[in-house]
């Protein structure tokens, strides 16, 4: 399960360039049927092993990774 912390809550745009094209990182074991189910232009799949400090948003603009889990 993700949780995140309060100030990343909404942060639907990038710190370091502004863009507004952010997507979320999806950590966690899913079927097929639900990995084809994400929207890509939304959400990025990063499996269930979690690197050591998580980030919640990622730029496709810039590729900055922000917004750290809280686990």
């Keep these: 399960m993700q949780t995140h912390t309060k100030e990343d809550q909404n942060v639907k745009t990038c710190p370091k360039c502004k863009s507004k094209i952010v997507l979320e990182f999806i950590y966690g074991m899913s079927t097929p049927d639900e990995a084809a189910k994400l929207d890509s232009n939304k959400y990025i799949p990063m ?5 050591p400090n998580p980030h919640r948003w ?11 889990l809280i686990s």
């Design 47 to 51: 499996g269930c092993i979690m690197p």
């Design 58 to 68: 990622f730029c496709k603009k810039c590729s900055h990774e922000w917004g750290v």
